[in-house]
């Protein structure tokens, strides 16, 4: 007996008679219904949560409180997918549109690539690169340099 086609029978089985009990009244996800997912799942749900297996439990509530079959793994993770992207090209474009050319100008300047003063012949670090190294041991030096990087990031004027 081969046992994958048991199963996909059953499973088979089990979608006609959901489809059929009138007081399940289940039926299968249209086009529409998908583009009303992710548009739900975009607004609603990703600004709080990212995590895929939470993610997937809300649609799955979702889909039951709308007594719909919920779309297939590959598809829901399409449309998962979708959201997250959607919303965070959303959200760059928010940020982006609330700095002032001054600031986007401070922000460009910490990725410029500064040559190196050892050796002229490697490729530098931006400053961004700077600003991100580990302190490293406790003196004085050390403070004095974290001090700098605080200022750098504080002339860029962010909100």
């Known amino acids: 007996m081969n046992i ?3 199963t996909g029978e059953a499973v088979q089985s089990n979608v006609i008679e959901r489809r059929s009990v ?3 009244k289940f039926r299968e996800a249209t086009a529409q219904d998908v583009k009303d997912l992710t548009l739900w799942l975009y607004e609603k749900i990703v600004p709080q949560q990212r995590q895929m297996e939470a993610l997937l439990e809300a649609i799955y509530g979702r889909c039951r409180t709308q007594h719909i079959e919920p779309p297939s793994e590959a598809r829901l993770q399409r449309l998962i997918h979708a959201a997250l992207v959607a919303y965070d090209k959303q ?3 928010d940020c982006l549109n609330h700095l002032t050319p001054e600031m986007r100008k401070q922000l460009d300047g910490l990725l410029t690539v ?3 003063r050892d050796d002229p012949l490697t490729t ?3 400053t961004l690169h ?3 190294l ?3 041991g406790l003196s004085l030096d050390t403070i004095q340099s974290e001090m700098a990087k605080l200022e750098r990031i504080r002339a860029c004027n962010l909100p």
């Open 91 to 93: 959200l760059c474009l």
């Open 134 to 136: 580990d302190p490293g």
């Open 4 to 6: 994958a086609s048991t």
């Open 130 to 132: 700077e600003l991100r």
């Open 22 to 24: 009138p007081s399940l």
């Open 114 to 116: 500064i040559p190196s």
């Open 124 to 126: 530098g670090r931006s």
